[in-house]
């Protein structure tokens, strides 16, 4: 069992940077695979990012690629989304979120999840 709770989110100007934050309890969070979705009112939730449990692979969506980088620190039980560059369409309540199977992550299937931060972008 693992709970997640996300923080970090807020208000930020277009071109600006955030940090959001995952903490997350259980023994064994360092098994498992670790992401970041969005969603905005009205549409689906949107992945973001992913990273597998050692941290050596991490996965972005085309729109993040470049700007955004996931990290974890297992010692920690910790998860990072570094957003720089921010654009007023990041603005979205992003949620964490963990599996011990990376397939049910990518595929927003996650049998973990935080309650959302939200982060809005202005201009």
């Known amino acids: 069992q693992v709970q997640l709770v996300e923080s970090g989110g807020g208000l930020v100007q277009a071109g600006g940077s955030l940090r959001l934050s995952c903490a997350a309890s259980g023994r064994s969070f360092r098994n498992y695979a670790m992401g970041w979705f969005r969603q905005v009112p009205g549409k689906e939730r949107e992945f973001v990012a992913r990273i597998t449990w050692s941290g050596v692979n991490t996965y972005y969506a085309d729109s993040v690629k470049g700007r955004f980088t996931i990290s974890r620190d297992n010692a920690k039980n910790m998860a990072f989304l570094q957003m720089v560059s921010l654009k007023l369409e990041d603005t979205a309540v992003y949620y964490c979120?963990?599996?011990?199977?990376?397939?049910?992550?990518?595929?927003?299937?996650?049998?973990?999840w935080g309650q959302g931060t939200q982060v809005t972008v202005s201009s």
């Open positions: 979120a963990g599996d011990l199977n990376p397939q049910k992550l990518e595929r927003s299937l996650a049998d973990y």
